[in-house]
């Protein structure tokens, strides 16, 4: 059955959309049909796909102008495929929100929702109505948090907020993990926010590092993820292994 994830954090630079591509990607290694939505008006998930952005449609299509998702969706070279993301999501975002529209993804992907294993959704560095729709969309979501003191303080509140979506409309969304990105262990602010998190949120916290990596850093401009970039760096394989990680945790329910 199809698992659908949101990528979700409001704060920026915290490796959000790098997890969304490469565990898209490492999904597709194992052998399972995996499609990534790009939710993003910037349209990172989508370049680093290796699909040009302004040059293809966007869920703006489906919303404004009556097109099925299918006809949207384009193939990556990792083996996955990408509903791509752009600019003119903003106005998508707007019209939801003014037009009390809620639940537009939900029943959009009620039409692939027995052609893919996962559905992987990467969503903007705000907690406004394209990342609620992402939210609404999912069974679980995954929080990429870099080990800083910052990070640490809006976590709750993105819990608290998923929690509170939950309940009040119904829906199974939980946070199934909380991932440790950029995390450079020699740096004792890194080990001691790390700690936080295993001692507050053992239970959902993943085991699996994703450490700094300039292959991961690299890959997109290729428009590939680091596992086609280079496949044994340090980058790719904990991608791997979270992506182990993650259908332990969730195919295992």
């Known amino acids: 059955m199809n698992k659908t994830l949101a990528i979700a954090n409001q704060k920026g630079g915290v490796g959000k959309t790098t997890t969304a591509v ?18 993003d008006p910037q349209g990172n998930a989508t370049s680093a796909a290796g699909v040009t952005k302004n040059e293809t449609d966007t869920l703006y299509a489906i919303y404004f102008e009556g097109k099925n998702i299918k006809d949207v969706i384009k193939e990556s070279r990792d083996g996955y495929s990408i509903v ?6 903003i106005a998508l975002d707007v019209d939801i929100r003014d037009n009390h529209k809620q639940g537009f993804l939900a029943s959009q992907l009620n039409e692939v929702q027995n052609a893919y ?29 870099q080990c800083e003191y910052y990070s640490l303080e809006g976590l709750t509140d993105l819990i608290n907020t998923i929690n509170a979506l939950s309940s009040k409309t119904n829906t199974n969304n939980r946070v199934i993990g909380i991932i440790r990105t950029m995390v450079d262990m020699r740096n004792n602010l890194a080990k001691e926010v790390s700690r936080e998190l295993e001692l507050h ?5 993943f085991n699996t590092l994703i450490p700094r990596n300039v292959k991961l850093a690299e890959a997109p401009s290729f ?15 904990a991608y791997l292994a979270l992506a182990g990680e993650l259908i332990r945790r969730v195919e295992n329910e």
Do not use: C, W
Request: a negative charge.
């Open 84 to 89: 791509p993301g752009g600019q003119e999501l």
């Open 117 to 145: 294993d996962y559905t992987i959704i990467d969503t903007p560095p705000t907690l406004n109505q394209l990342t609620t729709e992402a939210l609404l969309s999912s069974v679980g979501t995954l929080i990429p948090l």
């Open 223 to 237: 428009g590939i993820s680091a596992l086609q970039h280079k496949a044994d760096s340090f980058g790719a394989m």
């Open 22 to 39: 490469n565990l898209a990607a490492s999904l597709a290694a194992t052998g399972r049909k995996t499609l990534l939505i790009d939710m």
């Open 201 to 205: 949120f053992e239970k959902v916290l």
